[in-house]
């Protein structure tokens, strides 16, 4: 999770975490929703302000995106040449259309869009008042609790693979290519998965000690403000403004 930066709180970080996790819901709502790529381009433009907004350090943002991108390519390098349409250029005996041109940057443009606004409104937001703003929303407190438990087991599983990692490094061991460093890594795998459930059976003992009983106690948000109900309206009628692009 992104932390707000700098000493005054960001216009994003002071709202309610209810009105941060509907305004995210709604934006992948409308961006999915929009059609044509200027409308998309404009929903891309309306999460780039609310990284603005959250004031997010923008190498950690623009890091994230590329990591997306990247992970993307092969769709949107194969849509060009698979999708028919009008030919655009041939490369190695493959065409390309237009149409598949345009799809490539509508997907690219949708899920960039939907990545920003997402880090922008929940990556910034603590855990577990993310976890207590979809309670409060209706979510089923099981399932809020089940991803309480998920965000924080990963942390676990993260300190305990360093703490195998820093005692293989201890006892000199160098990654290389050969059986014994595959067979190095298959035991590390293994001891992490052991260890990780050993500490996890401690953890779940001393939290049952401390009276804990299948659910966390769900905090009380108070109610939205003026803020909230601001926000909401700008970034409702953005959001509008996005879909009058697409039916022009």
């Known amino acids: 999770m992104l932390a707000p930066q700098g000493p005054a709180r960001s216009l994003v970080a002071r709202l309610d975490p209810r009105t941060r996790v509907l305004a995210a819901a709604l934006f992948a709502v409308v961006a999915v929703a929009a059609q044509g790529i200027m409308a998309q381009l ?38 060009p040449f698979t999708v028919p349409g009008q030919t655009l250029f041939t490369l190695g005996g493959l065409t390309a259309s237009a149409e598949g041109m345009e799809r490539a940057l509508s997907v690219a443009a949708i899920a960039s869009a939907v990545m ?14 993310l976890g207590h703003a979809l309670a ?38 160098r990654p290389r290519t050969g059986w014994h460093t595959w067979r190095a890594y298959g035991w590390l795998v293994g001891m992490l998965l052991v260890n ?52 022009m």
Do not use: K, N
């Open 42 to 79: 404009a929903a891309l433009g309306v999460a780039a302000g609310l990284c603005l907004l959250a004031r997010l350090p923008m190498r950690t943002v623009l890091r994230r995106l590329l990591a997306l991108e990247v992970f993307m390519a092969l769709v949107l390098v194969t849509l």
């Open 136 to 173: 409060r929303l209706g979510v089923p407190a099981r399932l809020a609790t089940l991803m309480l438990f998920t965000l924080r087991y990963v942390e676990v599983l993260h300190q305990e693979y360093g703490r195998l990692r820093l005692a293989m490094r201890a006892r000199a061991f």
């Open 116 to 129: 920003l606004a997402v880090q922008a409104l929940l990556a910034s937001m603590e855990t577990v008042a």
């Open 196 to 247: 990780s459930v050993e500490r996890s059976e401690r953890i779940h003992a001393a939290m049952r000690l401390r009276g804990f009983r299948g659910h966390y106690p769900i905090l009380d948000l108070g109610r939205a403000g003026g803020l909230d109900w601001g926000f909401g309206a700008v970034h409702t009628a953005s959001l509008a403004l996005v879909l009058a692009v697409g039916m």
